[in-house]
């Protein structure tokens, strides 16, 4: 048996550790390759040269060429940059906006701050696993409607969202589509060509890569504004100077996210399975979140009725093992989770949610380990829990 770490991490989810190919690839960008990307002498030569490289290299991952992406300062950043964009540059043509009820706050803010410059949104409903109300989608339409920003996968859930048919939908209208591929993007196949996409939102940390830094696609056809105002950096969009070891640490994860993806998603999906499986006969009453079928590779999110989440995570962490609770702690109160929410789960239940998401450095022994304390964690909690006591 191998022997195991002391800390056992299923926040993947949250962010990654950095690979050590990544570090290997970056150091040399922060001391002997310091150049700047614009300075004309060999230096910044080198420097502009490896960041033409990665952004070729980023666009080959997403069937499309180098020159439509741009990078940012993360998911966050991306997120901003894209609907601020095309709500500026498409005021002329109307100021609706479709977005889900289940965006991550990247989104979600921008859209509620663009209501209060006069845009008018729409948030389409999801069923109970997390997918978007097709229907409702195409009946949201107007002639006023310039983008549909619906994300890939979801944080929480896991549930992968049908994004070809909303391309196709967003296509036929002539509306631009925009995705938050944060979750997606180094787990699943992304074709930005056949799957309609006009923006996609992209986080370095999330893919075994460093913090700080992301990217944004965006389709040839599309009108993006300046985003930085400054020098002629991302091609006179985004001024500042480049973060060249950002950069080559994304690409490199990139790279490696991408060989060998379908492999290693066997792999973290037969862990996922087996996690699933041993939570729902080891531990009654539980049940999972999200899609059975249409999920991430990585994602176990699970609801453990009479206990609360946020007490199991604070036992496990005791345990040095790291999770996370299906809810957002916004001004120091946790309000549930606005996610399981809109899935229908009642406010009550989604306290009881705790999500797991698993990465490639994870092993059995980990999984077995976890779920042996999870069901000492809970079987402790619900001898304690009055309402459990009447309930049985
Ligand atoms: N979008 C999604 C779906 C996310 O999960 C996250 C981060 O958790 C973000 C956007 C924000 O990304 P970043 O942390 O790089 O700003």
Redesign the pocket.
């Known amino acids: 048996m191998k022997k195991m770490k002391p800390l056992v991490y299923l926040d993947h989810?949250?962010t990654t550790p950095l690979k050590q190919e990544v570090v290997n690839a970056m150091l040399p960008y922060f001391s002997e390759c310091y150049g700047n990307p614009s300075a004309l002498y060999g230096l910044g030569e080198k420097s502009r040269n490896v960041i033409t490289e990665q952004r070729k290299m980023i666009a080959k991952t997403l069937g499309t060429k180098g020159q439509n992406i741009y990078f940012t300062s993360?998911?966050?950043e991306s997120?901003n940059w894209a609907i601020k964009s095309v709500a500026e540059q498409y005021r002329n043509r109307g100021n609706h906006i479709i977005t889900s009820k289940i965006e991550?706050h990247?989104v979600l803010r921008v859209c509620e701050y663009l209501e209060t410059k006069g845009y008018e949104v729409t948030y389409i409903d999801v069923d109970k696993q997390g997918k978007v109300d097709l229907e409702q989608l195409q009946a949201s339409i107007r002639p006023t409607t310039i983008l549909i920003s619906i994300?890939y996968a979801n944080?929480e859930v896991g549930t992968i969202q049908p994004i070809k048919d909303i391309g196709r939908i967003a296509k036929k209208c002539g509306i631009i589509f925009h995705t938050?591929a944060?979750?997606a993007y180094g787990q699943l196949d992304i074709d930005v060509e056949k799957e309609h996409i006009d923006l996609l939102s992209v986080?370095g940390?999330k893919i075994f890569g460093p913090k700080g830094i992301?990217f944004l696609y965006v389709g040839k056809d599309v009108k993006i504004g300046s985003w930085m105002h400054g020098g002629s950096q991302e091609r006179q969009k985004r001024a500042g100077t480049e973060n060249v070891a950002g950069i080559v640490g994304i690409g490199r994860a990139a790279e490696i996210a991408y060989t060998d993806r379908k492999r290693k998603n066997i792999i973290l999906m037969g862990l996922r399975d087996y996690l699933i499986q041993r939570i729902e006969q080891e531990i009654p009453y539980v049940f999972i979140n999200g899609s059975r079928k249409q999920r991430l590779p990585n994602n176990i999110s699970v609801c453990i009725p009479f206990v609360e989440a946020e007490t199991v995570l604070a036992l496990l962490d005791a345990m040095g093992i790291c999770v996370s609770v299906g809810s957002a702690c916004t001004s120091r109160q946790t309000e549930a989770s606005h996610v399981l929410l809109a899935m229908g789960m009642n406010e009550n239940l989604a306290h009881n949610v705790i999500r797991m998401t698993l990465g490639e450095e994870n092993t059995k022994e980990e999984v077995d380990f976890v779920v042996d304390k999870l069901r000492e964690c809970v079987e402790r909690l619900r001898r304690m829990s009055p309402n459990y006591e009447k309930f049985c």
């Open positions: 989810a949250a993360g998911g966050t997120d991550h990247a994300m944080n938050d944060v979750q986080s940390h992301g």
